[in-house]
């Protein structure tokens, strides 16, 4: 069965987008916890295994996961135009509050406390929490899967790495094709709808190898500072495997050295980008603001954005076409069971390490990310309002 065909239009999608841009606080893993209770649980606009099969891919592709999901929900619901909403609702608002931190830092930070932003953490917690239990329960109902789910968990937690969560992706699929396939020919499958033919995503896929190739040159021959720094954002948004923190150091190595900005500088605004909601990658507005380059403020910071997320795009739309058509065969189906069950684990162990570790340092981080749990799985609070409750309650001292 393919998945059921939702249309929704730029501005409804950008709504909802914004609205999660401005909530969306605790990083990658838990924007995906986010997404899960707004599409799947809430809007039911994807099934719980087509929203993995997307989760799966994105994991294994170079770029920030959580922002390729976004771009392929969009895509899928509203074409290009829709990808396009759903990314410029969920990254623009922490894009200008990082610009604003670029150009107003020094009096920001008189007026910015540190209590409240361990509440974000704390919430965190609760929203993957939430969507582990939601999707172990739909994407693991047997022993083989909860069996892949937790040995990936186990493998991630003793050999973390980027490389290990791929060799996991790969082998769960291998195990799914194996031990699954008495399974798929009895039970209907879910999966992903594009809008766009393969010969297109071979076209973006060549765009993205071009890009990668021809900006460099580009960028010596004519000496141009904005070609410059678009190579240097679009390298970084296109070799980086493992989310957002991974790209801090691609990222020190092409602004520090170069003078750019200071150490110092950057590490105030990687500070600064843990507190805001939204995808990581939105440092790159900070960097192309506070550029002591010649392009800087309002047009360097649109320039970086940009270009650390063009590959992204490109990567989106080039592998979706092929993975939608793979997955109609059998034997594709089996192997994605494998690996929705192995992306479960992944999360799992994200869960435990950065979420867990970084947010319940005390007993009263417990009791709050218990409550804020209660909230969201029983009570049906929306989201944004468990995370305003959370850093409030943090900024009086629950914690």
Not at 6 to 11: A, E, M, P, Q, Y
Not at 123 to 133: C, E, N, P
Not at 277 to 283: R, V
Request: proline letters at 5%; hydrophobic letters at 55%.
């Amino acid at each position: 069965m393919s998945e059921r065909q939702v249309k929704v239009g730029f501005f409804t999608l950008l709504g909802v987008f914004l609205r999660l841009g401005l909530t969306s606080f605790g990083g990658p893993v838990a924007h995906l916890g986010y997404f899960r209770h707004e599409f799947v649980e809430k809007r039911k606009w994807l099934s719980e295994q087509a929203y993995a099969e997307l989760v799966a891919l994105c994991q294994f592709m170079p770029g920030p996961a959580s922002s390729q999901v976004g771009i392929g929900l969009g895509l899928q619901w509203g074409g290009i135009r829709g990808a396009l909403a759903c990314w410029l609702g969920f990254t623009l608002p922490s894009a200008v509050l990082m610009l604003l931190f670029a150009l107003y830092s020094g009096q920001i930070t008189q007026y910015l406390g540190s209590d409240w932003l361990h509440g974000l953490k704390v919430v965190a917690v609760a929203v993957v929490a939430q969507a582990l239990w939601g999707m172990s329960r739909n994407l693991c109902p047997d022993r083989p899967r909860i069996s892949i789910a937790v040995l990936s968990a186990v493998v991630l937690l003793i050999a973390p790495g980027v490389g290990a969560q791929m060799i996991l992706i790969a082998i769960g699929g291998l195990a799914g094709w194996w031990l699954l396939g008495g399974a798929s020919h009895h039970q209907q499958h879910d999966v992903l709808t594009v809008p766009l033919s393969k010969r297109a995503g071979g076209i973006f896929l060549l765009m993205f190898f071009l890009l990668l190739g021809l900006l460099p040159l580009l960028a010596t021959s004519t000496s141009s500072p904005i070609l410059e720094l678009i190579d240097r954002f679009y390298r970084a948004g296109a070799l980086v495997f493992g989310g957002g923190h991974v790209v801090l150091p691609l990222l020190q190595a092409e602004v520090v050295p170069t003078g750019m900005v200071s150490n110092d500088t950057f590490l105030a605004g990687y500070g600064a980008a843990q507190a805001v909601p939204g995808p990581l990658f939105t440092f790159a507005a900070f960097l192309g603001g506070a550029s002591d380059g010649p392009v800087s403020g309002l047009v360097g910071a649109s320039v970086a954005l940009i270009a650390i997320f063009v590959p992204a795009f490109l990567l989106v739309f080039g592998a979706l076409p092929f993975w939608s058509a793979l997955s109609h065969f059998s034997a594709v189906q089996q192997a994605l069971k494998g690996i929705n069950a192995a992306v479960v684990g992944i999360l799992l162990a994200a869960f435990y390490q950065p979420v867990w570790q970084s947010g319940i340092l005390t007993a009263l981080d417990f009791s709050l990310a218990l409550l804020a749990f209660v909230m969201l799985m029983f009570w049906k609070v929306p989201p944004y309002l468990v995370v305003l409750f959370c850093a409030i309650a943090a900024g009086l001292g629950w914690h």
